[in-house]
């Protein structure tokens, strides 16, 4: 008797354990299913770990950028196209973390919690994506670029849509280099990051605009000041070197010309606090998104900084770096009456889920500036293409920007762009940087308007 209750409890603590056993598996299989069954070891979808079964990637003139067949998964038929689009379509074996391939894939295989991937494997489609990039202009900016290495990225500042997104170096999907992970040439440097969503680089002179705005908001009657530049800004603690020797010059001029001296001084004169506020309000040591992802966090941290390095702070060098994508999002900003609206990468889906999960995305970003503010900037901003670069660089556009050539340790500066139309018809925001290009005035302003009026002749 006492044998049989025994068993009763033991038999009693089995089925109490199979029963919470079976929740737990329930549970688990409803939060990381869609993770288990699109991991790479599910031969339905992939093959040799490579995604093969997948709805297709367009572009914005619905271009098939990628899609599934009978051969598994196939590229556009145009190596430069390829070449141009594949940090934003991203690669097959998932090597590139920022791609639509990679952070939708759930939702381009097709995946759903009560047919799994039934969908998928049956139909041997799962759900299409349509970007908001166009590739010819991908394309352009690609042959823009040249030999060069760096990044462009262009969008629309009302409307937050990606029309152009490349990074280099790139290779073709269709021809993966067999010694892609193997060379110790260099060549191949950050070959899977792309530079605009994921790289942080010296941002030189483009960071002045930084130090405008906090010059705006902080200094009294700052467009009334007139300043001097002996061809240095001399403290205690060091020099910072001006490009020229500018004389009296205003507050505006300072900015046109680029000028260290001035810049430096104003660094100091705003201090460590003021000037680290401004930043941290513009975006910089902060955690951004767009494009669907995280950006790599542009820093600015002069705590330790005396007075020289300070000044060299100020004209965006010193320990400073900046996210391409952010500077982008900052330049829209200006552009769009202090509002920055959230970059995009994608313009549809056939999947419910992702249009809802999109859907949800806040429109404004994480960055503002006070319309006032903004109104300065862009005035600054327009008269700097007007008077010093000259309108004709940028035929037709009624360009607004500035120019930023980084000085880097043992190698050649990088070169930068970022600027924007003030035209009502044509509202996009471009950052281009050149790694390593050399002088921005020569290098990244062409590219720019490469880019700019292939964007304007595709109307
Ligand atoms: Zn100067």
């Not at 969503?197 to 930084?210: A, E, N, Q, W």
């Not at 001006?242 to 104003?266: I, P, R």
Request: glycine residues 10%; aromatic residues 8%.
């Amino acid at each position: 008797m006492r044998n049989t209750v025994r068993r009763g409890y033991v038999l009693y603590a089995l089925v109490v354990a199979f029963v919470c056993g079976l929740v737990f598996l329930m549970y688990s299989y409803a939060v990381n299913g869609e993770v288990w069954v699109t991991k790479r070891v599910n031969n339905h979808l992939y093959t040799n770990r490579q995604l093969t079964t997948a709805g297709s990637v367009f572009d914005r003139n619905g271009k098939a950028l990628v899609e599934s067949d009978d051969d598994g998964r196939s590229f556009i038929n145009d190596v430069t196209l390829r070449k141009a689009t594949l940090h934003t379509v991203g690669d097959i074996q998932g090597y590139i973390a920022t791609g639509v391939q990679t952070i939708y894939r759930p939702y381009l295989i097709g995946y759903d919690f009560v047919n799994g991937v039934y969908k998928a494997v049956k139909d041997g489609t799962g759900n299409d994506i349509t970007l908001t990039i166009d590739s010819d202009i991908c394309k352009a900016a690609y042959n823009a670029l040249g030999y060069n290495n760096g990044t462009v990225g262009v969008y629309n500042y009302k409307t937050g849509e990606v029309i152009c997104m490349v990074s280099k170096p790139t290779y073709d999907p269709e021809n993966k280099p067999d010694d892609i992970n193997t060379d110790t040439s260099g060549k191949y440097d950050g070959i899977y990051l792309n530079r605009l969503l994921s790289g942080v680089f010296t941002p030189g002179s483009v960071f002045k605009t930084v130090v405008a705005i906090s010059a705006i908001e902080n200094i009294d009657n700052i467009s009334e000041r007139t300043f001097k530049c002996t061809g240095k800004y001399k403290t205690e603690d060091g020099t910072v070197i001006c490009n020229a020797t500018h004389g009296k010059l205003s507050f505006e001029k300072a900015y046109n010309k680029s000028c260290n001296s001035v810049f430096a001084q104003l660094a100091n004169e705003l201090g460590k606090k003021k000037l680290t506020a401004t930043a941290e309000k513009l975006g910089f040591n902060s955690s951004l998104s767009a494009c669907g992802v995280n950006l790599s966090k542009s820093l600015f941290n002069v705590k330790g900084a005396d007075k020289n390095e300070l000044g060299w702070a100020g004209i965006g060098q010193h320990t400073v770096l900046a996210n391409p994508c952010h500077l982008m999002m900052l330049t829209g900003a200006i552009a769009n009456g202090g509002n920055a609206v959230t970059p995009k990468i994608v313009r549809n889906s056939t999947s419910e889920k992702l249009s809802e999960l999109l859907g949800n995305i806040s429109p404004l970003a994480q960055i503002s500036i006070d319309t006032e503010t903004a109104s300065q900037m862009k005035k600054i901003m327009r008269s700097t293409v007007k008077n010093y670069y000259g309108d004709s660089r940028f035929p037709g556009l009624e360009m607004c920007g500035k120019t930023g050539t980084a000085e880097v340790d043992g190698k050649r500066p990088h070169a930068w762009f970022m600027g924007f139309s003030q035209k009502e018809n044509f509202p996009y925001a471009i950052v281009v940087m050149v790694e390593n290009g050399g002088s921005a005035s020569s290098v990244a302003i062409p590219v720019a308007n490469k880019v700019l009026q292939a964007i304007k002749s595709a109307g």
